[in-house]
């Protein structure tokens, strides 16, 4: 199948691009999730999250701005020492990135529904109200690294590989799927 490149794809293609890619992100934050709760933490296993299916928005939406934010300089690398000064200024960035997310979500959750429905981190010696800390800011830094620098580039290549009308699809499937669950969410 021929490749496709960038300027050769319609907006709409690339929206459902973006959209796959959202929803990918959504749901690799739920397993990440999950085995932090069931391995790491040995709390058991709990679907995480405000929705019923095995995604997290917050992810795919840091995911998304992360892409935004960061993606150029991913794509077109600095060379030599300054390289690893990029590479340092990308992970602050997700980290400052993710945080920030991570801060409004708790706000918006609690205006809404009155509560956010994940941990706080009172328990983290270095945290904000117990909705930040410093321990979970760093694992976002280097997710974002792993995110920007292996995952992205491959799941880019998957992507373009996709026929038009799988993709189509596919993507208008999940994005029922998971808008059903949200107003199944806001109607509880």
């Known amino acids: 199948m021929k490749r496709r490149s960038y300027k050769s794809i319609t907006p709409l293609r690339r929206l459902q ?44 939406i840091g995911a998304l701005v992360f892409l935004l934010c960061f993606g150029r300089y991913v794509q077109k690398p600095a060379k030599g020492a300054r390289r690893w000064l990029q590479v340092g200024l990308v992970f602050l960035g997700c980290m400052m990135v993710a945080t920030a997310i991570e801060l409004a979500a708790t706000y918006w959750m609690e205006y809404t529904v009155g509560s956010w429905p994940w941990q706080t981190y009172v ?3 270095i ?13 976002f830094g280097l997710g974002g690294l792993l995110f920007l620098y292996v995952i992205q ?36």
Do not use: H
């Open 127 to 139: 945290n904000f109200q117990g909705r930040i800390a410093l321990s979970p800011s760093i694992r």
């Open 123 to 125: 328990d983290y010696k």
């Open 153 to 188: 580039p491959l799941f880019y290549k998957l992507a373009r590989r996709i026929p038009d009308r799988v993709l189509a699809w596919l993507t208008g499937t999940l994005f029922l799927v998971m808008t059903v669950d949200f107003v199944v969410y806001l109607l509880k």
């Open 17 to 60: 691009e973006i959209y796959l890619y959202f929803f990918l992100y959504c749901v690799i934050g739920w397993l990440y999730e999950v085995f932090l709760e069931a391995m790491i933490y040995r709390w058991g296993f709990s679907n995480r999250g405000i929705l019923f299916g095995p995604y997290l928005p917050i992810y795919g």
